[in-house]
C-alpha cells in the first residue's frame, strides 16, 4: 500500500508512452486521472474506518529552486493531499528532516528512513509516503491464555514460541480446493479484519501458493462462515528494510527507473527518472490487536494483503461499502522459519508473482517483497 501511493505519485507526472508502461506494472487504469481518482477514494475511506487507528500521509520534498508543473502540484494536492517543503538535498540536515517527519506520522515506529548518503547533486524530488495502523481486536485475547507453544519449522523440527489463545466465533471455512482453511479475525468496527488461511500440510506451502496464483480471492475470502475455532496466534514484532529497486524492475516496472521514461508531467527542466525506492516497515501483533508501520521514499533523478505459516496464510483487508479495491490486491506470503530468526516472504499483485531475497540480519535470509503487516495463526477446529 504505502509503495503503491509513492509510485502512483510518480505515475501522476507520467507523459507518453510511459502512461500505459507505469500503469501497467502498478495494475492500475491507463488513464491517470480514473486511477488517481479511484485510489484517493480507496484511502479515504480507510481514513474513515471506526474504531482504529489509520494515519496515511505523503510529501514531496522538492530541490530548492527546482521547478514543479503546476498542474502536478495541484494533482498531488488533490488526490494525495501532499505537502511541498523545498530542501537543500546536498545539507545532512535534510535526511533528519525527512526522517523526523515519518518518524512522527508514524508514531516513532519508523526511523532513520534515509541517510544523508541517499541524495546527491543530481537529487531533485523525493516522494515520500508514511501510514500507520493501529487496530484493536473485536475479540482480544486473554494475556493470562498466552503460553509457549511448539511453532514448525518443518514437519519434524520446531521451536518454542509464545502464543496468544482463544476458543470463540469466527467466520471459517474448509478450502477443500487449496487444501487449506479460512479464518477471519475482525478488528473493532469490523471493517477491517484479518483473513488467515491455514494449510492443512505443514510442507504445504509451496501447494497453496501455486493453487492462490489462479484462485478468485474475492469469492474465497467472503466464503467464511460463522463457527467455534480454537485460534493459536504467536505474539511477535518485526521491523525490517529494503531497497525495492530491482524488486520492482523484475516484476514489472522497469521503465519507470530507465532513461526512457518520460516524467515530463513533474518537470520540463530536467530529464527524471526514479533512482531508488526505499521501503521500512514495523509490525507488532499482540493479545489488543495489532499496530503496524510503513513508510516509502521515492528518489527521482484495499486492500487485501495475505500471508503464509506453517505456514499459514493471512490477509488485512478493509471492507468499507462496496468498494472494489481493484488496484490494491496485495497478497504477501509468508514462511516463518525461526520466530526471530528466518522469514520468507512472497507477494503477489493480482497475477503478479515475483520472489525476491534480501539479508534481515547478517546471515539470516529472508524472502521479501513489500513489508507490510504480518502476522502468524495456526489454528484448530473444534
Known sequence: MSCLIALAMAHAGAKGDSIPK???????????????????????????????????????????DFPILEEYSTALE????????????????????????????TKDKIKNLVDSNSFDGLTRLVLV???????PWLKPFKKDKTHNRPFFTDENNSVEVPFMYQKTHFPYNK???LDAQLLVMPYEGLELSM??????????????????????????LQSGYPRDVEVYLPKFKI???????????????????????NLTGISIAEELKVSKVVQKAFIEVSEEGTEAAAATGKFKSILHVYIVLWPSLWQFSFTKGSITFFMLKFIIYLLLQKLNQFCYWRRCCLSWYETIHLTLNENEPMWFSEAVSLTLLRFNQL
Open 22 to 64: 507505469i500503469a501497467r506494472g502498478l495494475r492500475l487504469p491507463e488513464n491517470i486521472t480514473d486511477a488517481l481518482q479511484g485510489l484517493s477514494e480507496v484511502v479515504e475511506q480507510l481514513r474513515e474506518a471506526p474504531s482504529v487507528e489509520l494515519s496515511i500521509a505523503n510529501k514531496i520534498y522538492v530541490k530548492q
Open 175 to 177: 478450502l477443500d480446493e
Open 78 to 105: 488533490k488526490y494525495f493531499q501532499v505537502e511541498a517543503e523545498n530542501v537543500v538535498f546536498t545539507d545532512p540536515s535534510t535526511a533528519d528532516k525527512i526522517n523526523d517527519w515519518v518518524s512522527n506520522q
Open 195 to 220: 483473513a488467515i488461511i491455514l494449510p492443512n500440510k505443514k510442507e504445504g506451502l509451496k501447494e497453496l501458493e501455486e493453487k492462490l496464483a489462479t484462485a478468485d480471492l474475492g469469492k474465497l
Open 239 to 261: 521491523e525490517t528494510s529494503l531497497d525495492l529497486v530491482d524488486h520492482l524492475s523484475k516484476m514489472g516496472l522497469s521503465h519507470i527507473f530507465s532513461d526512457d521514461v
Open 129 to 135: 509516503n508514511a501510514i500507520y495502523f493501529k487496530g
